[in-house]
């Protein structure tokens, strides 16, 4: 089994502007290459190498693409095209398409999924915001790329000190409550690999901000979720409309009723805290060689 790990130019090694978050790319190219079998293999690649680069793996793993979202239909292209060459794509592109835009958060909310309650706007400006504000009863919100990851192009309002009266996104968005669970709790990522439970673990923020990942300061504890907090989790992929995929990140905050509600399902590119579970990379790669067995003419 040969396999790609996808990457894109600023997460691979010996990259002279490498992100400061690459460490991430390296915790799980090493926890896969640890559970690899005899004349099996895995080479990180960047997902715009010419596509002749893939014809020889048998498997791709999306793994740290980490600008897709300002490329996107070069992405899902590409995916798409690597597929036609007969190579896995995990997860797949359908699946990929399905996950990058966060207006899946109504989908799964109509599918009885508990989500953060969300406003989806195309480009929200200074008044979209203010109306937000009496929308959800709240005196502060989140507005979040609908098509991006790790907090990028994010933006933080209080009613207090709304955005500028020229202000625009930018982008298609949407807009949540802050939820104060972020900050008093943290924000929970239950990890599965073909639909099971692999870990999980709470993200913290640093003090005096909100945003939990390593690049803003946010650090993070590996935890035994609670019996409900797990049940929330599978709900959501309980509720997926396609099988369970071969990995998914459960992204929870705790709302104001005490329940966790769904952030985000990760499906695309997220980081899978390898640390924490130590098993990740044994059960990727079982579950990756049950999918090429699956797939075999």
């Known amino acids: 089994m040969n396999i790609a790990f996808l990457a894109c130019s600023t997460t691979l090694p010996g990259a002279p502007d490498r992100r400061a978050d690459a460490f991430e790319h390296d915790q799980q190219m090493a926890a896969l290459v640890a559970a690899l079998r005899p004349g099996e293999q895995v080479s990180d690649i960047d997902w715009q190498a010419p596509l002749d680069a ?38 797949a592109p359908d699946v990929v398409r399905w996950n990058i835009d966060k207006g899946y ?7 009885g999924v508990a989500t953060i309650p969300t406003l989806l706007l195309d480009n929200p400006g200074r008044d979209e915001i203010i109306a937000a504000f009496d929308h959800f009863g709240c005196d502060r919100v989140i507005a979040k790329r ?5 907090a990028d192009g994010q933006f933080d309002f209080m009613r207090e000190r709304p955005p500028a009266a020229d202000w625009r996104m930018g982008h298609a968005a949407l807009v ?9 709790e943290g924000e929970h990522s239950l990890i599965f690999i073909d639909g099971a439970f692999s870990h999980g673990l709470i993200k913290r923020p640093a003090p ?3 945003r939990v990942q390593s690049l803003y300061g946010g650090w993070d504890t ?15 992929i309980a509720g ?3 099988p369970a995929p071969l990995y998914a990140r459960i992204d929870l905050v705790r709302g104001p009723e005490g329940g966790l509600l769904l952030m985000e399902a990760e499906l695309i590119e997220p980081f899978l ?12 790669l079982a579950g990756l060689r049950r999918k090429l067995t699956a797939s075999a003419p």
């Open 54 to 91: 893939f014809a020889g793996f048998d498997a791709v793993l999306i793994g740290t693409p980490w600008d897709y979202w300002d490329n996107r239909e070069a992405f899902l292209a590409k995916l798409d095209a690597i597929a036609a060459l007969g190579v896995l794509v995990c997860n």
């Open 208 to 210: 005096g901000d909100y």
């Open 222 to 236: 590996a935890v035994t979720p609670a019996a409900a907090d797990l049940a929330a989790a599978q709900a959501v």
């Open 176 to 184: 949540q409550p802050f939820l104060p669970g972020i900050i008093e």
């Open 240 to 242: 997926l409309p396609f």
């Open 273 to 284: 805290y390898p640390l924490q579970g130590p098993e990740l990379g044994p059960r990727l």
């Open 146 to 150: 609908r098509v991006g990851a790790g």
């Open 105 to 111: 958060l109504g989908e799964l909310g109509a599918r």
